[in-house]
């Protein structure tokens, strides 16, 4: 019987953070785009909650969650980028113009984003070889 890569926990955790953190790197870029538009607020994405994550996953019943043959087991949904929450992130109070976008923060932000995208992406490469690894290839 194959396995799809795909619908492996380990694998779906990781595209989804990438994903997230995909979606934050386009809003990031958004603020700094904006930052010298009067009245822009910055915007970020609101960080996924891990227990949140377990919380639904636990309670779906899909047809395509994962089956659980032991009360141990964990089932994991995947979620897409349209579950992320855009929230307004001011980097600073705002100035007579209401801008409050702050281009030191928010380039920041973008590095550890990217950082963060950088090392999910590595990961995710470590375990294809290692399942490549393991099959013999």
Do not use: C
């Not at 990438?18 to 934050?24: G, P, V, Y």
């Not at 964990?74 to 979620?79: C, M, P």
Request: aromatic share 6%; proline share 5%; no cysteine.
């Amino acid at each position: 019987m194959a396995m799809n890569v795909d619908d492996m926990p380990l694998f779906t955790m990781l595209r989804q953070r990438m994903s997230w953190l995909s979606a934050r790197q386009n809003v990031l870029a958004q603020n700094v785009a904006n930052a010298d538009t009067p009245g822009f607020n910055a915007r970020d994405l609101k960080p996924v909650n891990f227990e949140d994550v377990l919380r639904t996953a636990t309670k779906s019943n899909t047809a395509s969650a994962l089956t659980t043959t032991d009360p141990h087991h964990i089932a994991l949904k995947s979620t897409s980028s349209s579950d992320f929450t855009d929230i307004e992130a001011p980097d600073s109070a705002a100035p007579p113009g209401g801008n409050t976008v702050s281009l030191e923060q928010e380039m920041i932000r973008v590095a550890d984003t990217q950082a963060e995208y950088q090392a999910a992406s590595n990961l995710y490469a470590k375990a294809i070889d290692m399942m490549k690894l393991a099959i013999g290839h």
